[in-house]
């Protein structure tokens, strides 16, 4: 996924010679020079990643390979605020990704409150507690790629009391 590192583990014969240098290079023009390098690619699709070994003999290989990198998903909440103690907050999702579907959302609502969902339907979560609470949402994709996290701030207002009182029979 575009927001994990990917851990390249190289090998190679040296034929009886000593290697004596490593060299990958990258499709942002970056490169390492050690066997095991780990990388973070900044763009997703197909990218050309290319390992090259030199032996103490002077002699080189080289390969190169396709890396697929996925994107990942962009968490994107909504919710209804201010709002009074006991109504709910109407929470939204516009969540998205470009490669593959968002297949989990989870979310805390700041309150002891953690859901996990498999919908990005609209939903209702009550609140009876006057204060502030931060709604957070991630979600993740049928790729297992993890968005970062969403939040929005709810302020949660205490609702009036009404009473009244009479006298005497009517």
């Known amino acids: 996924c575009l927001s994990d590192s990917v851990y390249f583990n190289g090998s190679a014969g040296a034929n009886g010679y000593t290697l004596t240098n490593f060299l990958w ?8 020079n050690i ?3 780990v990388k973070k690619f900044t763009t997703a699709g197909a990218n050309s990643v290319r ?10 290989a ?12 962009v968490a994107r909440l909504g919710a209804s605020s201010p709002i009074c103690a006991s ?5 939204t999702d516009t969540s998205s990704v470009g490669t593959g579907t968002i297949s989990n ?4 609502f700041g309150d002891g409150n953690i859901i996990n969902r498999t919908t990005n339907t609209p939903f209702y979560h009550h609140y009876t507690i006057p204060g502030t609470y931060t709604i957070k949402l991630v979600v993740n994709s049928n790729l ?7 939040y929005r701030i709810i302020t949660v207002n205490p609702a009036p009391i009404a009473k009244f ?3 005497g029979n009517i």
């Open 87 to 91: 109504d709910s907050v109407y929470v």
């Open 25 to 32: 290079n990258f499709p942002d023009n970056t490169t390492a």
């Open 105 to 108: 959302w989870r979310y805390d």
């Open 35 to 37: 066997i095991n390098p």
């Open 62 to 73: 080289d390969t190169t390979k396709q890396v697929n990198i996925n994107d990942s998903p």
């Open 144 to 150: 297992s790629c993890k968005s970062d996290t969403s």
């Open 165 to 167: 009182g009479y006298s």
């Open 51 to 60: 390992f090259r070994v030199i032996a103490s003999n002077g002699c080189l």
